[in-house]
T-cell receptor, first 116, second 109 residues
Framework: SQTIHQWPATLVQPVGSPLSLECTVE??????LYWYRQAAGRGLQLLFY??????ISSEVPQNLSASRPQDRQFILSSKKLLLSDSGFYLC???????????????FGNGTRLTVT | QKEVEQNSGPLSVPEGAIASLNCTYS??????FFWYRQYSGKSPELIMS????GDKEDGRFTAQLNKASQYVSLLIRDSQPSDSATYLC?????????FGPGTRLSVLP
């Protein structure tokens, strides 16, 4: 079975500090990978998605970046955090290789980031 | 701009009643539709997917899709207090998924 790991679970960082959140998927190969952010009381905002190693699509221009150094590893980074970066960050994966319209997203447990 | 709309709620129903959650979407090119449940402080978990017009049943849950009206709904029969959560509607556009803001459901004992 497939599992997705995301860490850390919670993080408190000062404004201007760097950020690195990591996500790995087990039990599947060549997944589509996604980073979403959910601000308090708000919906899910797609930040980045990747269909393969080194392939990153950005949905929202901001001070965040993403990388996919390995097939099942997805990293979200920032050089300098802003107060507005606070939120619940969710990594998700989706199976490739099946009929595309049958594949749902599966989420990790999320990282709650508070920028102070 | 692809949009997914939901009533934010809260929707309150008594235990044992049917809860009806609705979702509309803007792009007729959508192929796949999903319902997720999110408990407070937790990540979303998939509860239903639907791809064709009509109804799809899974236990106490029934998803309904009407592509002509660009409308998706979720019915929860025999609602339980453990069903109290936020329900997110998601629409798949190619590689992307657009989520609605969610409807908060409260099932009263």
């Amino acid at each position: 079975s497939q599992t997705i790991h995301q860490w850390p679970a919670t993080l408190v960082q000062p404004v201007g500090s760097p950020l690195s959140l990591e996500c790995t998927v087990e039990g599947t190969s060549n997944p589509n990978l996604y980073w979403y952010r959910q601000a308090a009381g708000r919906g899910l905002q797609l930040l980045f998605y990747s269909v393969g190693i080194g392939q990153i699509s950005s949905e929202v221009p901001q001070n965040l970046s993403a990388s996919r150094p390995q097939d099942r590893q997805f990293i979200l980074s920032s050089k300098k955090l802003l107060l507005s970066d606070s939120g619940f960050y969710l990594c998700a994966w989706r199976r490739q290789g099946e009929r595309r319209y049958n594949s749902p997203l599966h989420f990790g447990n999320g990282t709650r980031l508070t920028v102070t | 701009q692809k949009e997914v709309e939901q009533n934010s709620g809260p929707l309150s129903v008594p235990e044992g009643a049917i809860a009806s959650l609705n979702c509309t979407y803007s792009d007729r090119g959508s192929q796949s539709f999903f319902w997720y449940r999110q408990y407070s402080g937790k990540s979303p978990e998939l509860i239903m997917s639907i791809y064709s017009n009509g109804d799809k049943e899974d236990g106490r849950f029934t998803a309904q899709l009407n592509k002509a009206s660009q409308y998706v709904s979720l019915l929860i029969r025999d609602s339980q207090p453990s069903d109290s959560a936020t329900y997110l509607c998601a629409v798949n556009y190619g590689q992307n998924f657009v989520f609605g803001p969610g409807t908060r459901l409260s099932v009263l004992p």
